[in-house]
């Protein structure tokens, strides 16, 4: 069963987040006729802002910190920039009072960059908090939009290539109407912005777009890049450093993903770390849970909260496991409520509380909270944009300490603390391996990520130019289809009512037939694939009847009976041989 | 003779109810009316009406949701007069940095549904409100909004299995 309230929450805020607006209280007295009448303003104000530095920040940039920590020591000990200003200061730290998984009080601004372009004033500002340095732009003017990113300091210590990118691709503003690519509509963006933080010794950032190549501002150790009214789609897709003294070097970074077909891993990461567990585990409990034990915080009252909505909490204690990140963790038992999604009975959850104020999370029964593995985590990141995701959940008492492998090599002792963990991980780093072990240090949980949600790879890629083209229509649907990298084809079935799927499929395949989109119930709309010699497809339907279906362009787009069930397709070619069948499978 | 009592509703409550969830209401009026100007027009235009009409209120449903059930219409009377016709991608517009797996589920799942149905999707997540809360706003039954959203939840699994085949 699949638990959807938190995947509505999260994709409703994805695609329509909170908006940011101005209460415009006059103006609704002037139109309901009870203000004196006054020059108009527009209705309600989108506000754009330094209010909203608001869902990070930190501490002075400068403090404490050795010298000798490489080339970015600039932003591990010292100050780059300069102070932000007293309004810019307070703004942020006004929106961080609203926020209960806030930074520090006393967390410091610096102003970085500052430059306008196409009417849009952009400030890249930095702070830093204990372990993690936080970069955020916030553009004002014609257009409006804030990004942020953090990132843990031990990225920047390890780190082997002199620029960190912490966003790519961020959008900035909507242009009035859409694009149209293949059977999609996309809105243009007023401009895409990416930064990110430089060893002291380079000289130039330059990125290279699917469509030309910049270089980004360069200053207080610091990059920020601009890119003016992009074509949708238009990605980063190579981000290189010049040194002072004339060297190059390719930067690795997750380039922002555009439509549903590709995934993110780099080409030279490996999967690393332990394969398999050494020990099996069955059950587990985490135990002060059950004993009720005030570990850590209270749970925060959180009436919108989703679980508080469907039942009600017994008990749950929050803690703080990395201190790098300030997303705090809860865990928690709740005793779910008809009416309600969930049945009835007992759920261990696990909740984050993020300091924007949006956080991921997820119930199970109790009994089977740990009956998979016990180790249960999930991967939270707020867009394509931002170069970090963060890696949290929860654990058995079995588990003794977990460890992130990363496909760069990298190993992360996840902090944990009383059963729950959190870390955070550049996404340029699949693929990913979550390993659990008990206290004799024997490997108990072994989880990968080979890529980010979705496959990756040449045959997940439309090939760069190839036009989406309408292969076939039939009832309400169309299908388009793209060559693919790998000369395979990826596919988009769209329906005249905005909803379709998509995928990508490979050059080859047995049997004259494949199914791209095979639905089992009456009344749908079928796709299939056909080889060359296939001149037409003979449908049998469970009742007995047939019917004929042509191929077009090696596809076939078929609306299939309403009051019947579709069986099986068999492929003839132009001599009506019989060349194979393809059967509808059904749960 | 039977009389009709109303409570009435201050400017005051009515501002302090507008002050409290703008964003809630901009952001729920954005996703019936298409557009987050017209969303935004919409609110107005609703709260306007609540002023005015604000004798009215006779006080047996919580003022918020009588609210609610202003804006509900303010945003659908500003979608029908500019959008007649249009396609559910108006309503949920076009992604600028592409769509996530889950992300077309959801929205496949938002276009299959019926106009009530929206209704009361959209006043559970975008609102928050909570079930007696959505029947109010939508003058039906408490037991209606959660067979309505049971069936939608049902609808949505079927649609992400459907989406990650």
Known sequence: MIDVEPLIEESFERMHPVPVV??????????????????????????????????????????????????????ISGDPGKPASTSQQQAFAGQEAHSWASFPADTRVRELITTERDGIRYTLFGFRSAEALCLRVVATGAAGAAASSCAPLRDLRSRRQPVLAMEVDQAVGALPGVVRIGPDSFHRVRASMSFGVVADDVEAVTLRSDDKSRNAIVASDSFLSIDERPMPGTRVRAITATMKNGTSTAIPFAQAPFDTLTGTRSASNALHGPTGVERRISGGTIAWLNARKPLGEAWPPSPRDFFAQHGHLLFGRVFRPDPTNTTRIGVSTWDAEPPAPLKPGVYLCYREFSAGGAGGGGCNPLAQAFARSPVNFGITTNDGSDQYSLLDGYASDDVARIDLFLGTGEVVNVPLEHNVFATEFSRAKYPLRVVGYDSHGR????????????????????????????????????????????????????????????????????????????????????????????????????????????????????????????????????????????????? | MKWMAFRGASVEEIEKIYRRGLDRFVRAATAIAGSESRGSDAVQDAFASAVRARRSFRGDVPLEAWIWRIVINAAHRVRGDVYEGAELDDVFAPSTNGNAVEDLAVRRWVAALPERQRHVVFLRYFAGLDYRGIATALEIEVGTVSATLAAAHTALRRSIQEVER
């Open chain 1, 443 to 587: 490997v108990i949980s072994n989880d990968t990520m080979m890529s980010e949600n979705r496959p990756s790879g040449p045959q997940y890629r439309p090939k760069p130019g190839a036009a989406w083209r309408q292969v076939a229509r039939a009832g309400n649907a169309e299908l388009w289809t793209v060559p693919s990298e790998a000369d395979g084809t990826c596919w988009k079935l769209k329906y005249s009512d905005g909803s379709g799927g998509s995928g990508c499929l490979p050059p080859s395949w047995n049997g004259p037939l494949r199914g791209i989109e095979v639905p089992f119930t009456a009344g749908s709309v079928i796709a299939l694939q056909a080889k060359p010699a296939v001149a037409r497809v003979v449908v049998a339907y469970k009742s007995g009847a047939t019917d004929e279906a042509i191929p077009t362009d090696g596809f076939v787009l078929y609306a299939a009976a309403a009051s019947d069930l579709v069986t099986s397709f068999t492929a003839y070619d132009s001599n009506r041989a019989r060349l194979g069948v393809l059967p509808v499978k059904r749960p």
């Open chain 1, 22 to 75: 101005t209460a415009e209280w006059e103006d609704v007295l002037r139109r309901a006729g009870n203000a004196p009448r006054k020059p108009a303003r527009r209705r309600i104000v989108l506000a754009i802002a330094l209010a909203a530095l608001a869902a990070l920040a930190v501490s002075p940039l400068g403090a404490a910190v050795v010298r000798s920590l490489g080339d970015f020591s600039d932003w």
